[in-house]
């Protein structure tokens, strides 16, 4: 059984940083596209940032140049390293991977609270 476990998020001030961590947890599986999505409160979950399997990225406009995806397939596991966090990246993180050879699919962490003052 496939499992994400996230750590990393909190609460930070303003221009701070915080790094999130995604890893996958189990044996005998492939995990493919790693990313991580967010979600405010009011909002739909939208993408930050994802990065394949051969570390190819892409990034939210609102995140470029502020955040940086990164991935260590030897421990299945994705990092998110967020500098000069505003107010409006305030939300739930969600860590998102597509696992599996035959029939990849889907599987998603239960969510991690980051908060930013102002």
């Known amino acids: 059984q496939v499992q994400l476990v996230e750590s990393g998020g909190g609460l930070v001030q303003a221009g701070g940083s915080l790094r999130l961590s995604c890893a996958a947890s189990?044996?005998?599986?492939?995990?493919?596209?790693m990313g991580w999505y967010r979600q405010a409160p009011g909002n739909q979950r939208e993408l930050v940032a994802r990065i394949t399997s051969d570390s190819s990225t892409n990034y939210a406009d609102s995140v470029k140049g502020r955040f940086t995806i990164s991935r260590d397939n030897a421990k299945n596991t994705a990092y998110l390293q967020m500098n000069s966090l505003v107010p409006e990246d305030t939300a739930v993180y969600y860590c998102?991977?597509?696992?599996?050879?035959?029939?990849?699919?889907?599987?998603w962490g239960q969510g991690t609270q980051v908060t930013v003052s102002s």
């Open positions: 189990g044996s005998g599986f492939k995990v493919n596209d």
């Open positions: 998102n991977a597509v696992i599996g050879v035959l029939k990849p699919r889907p599987y």
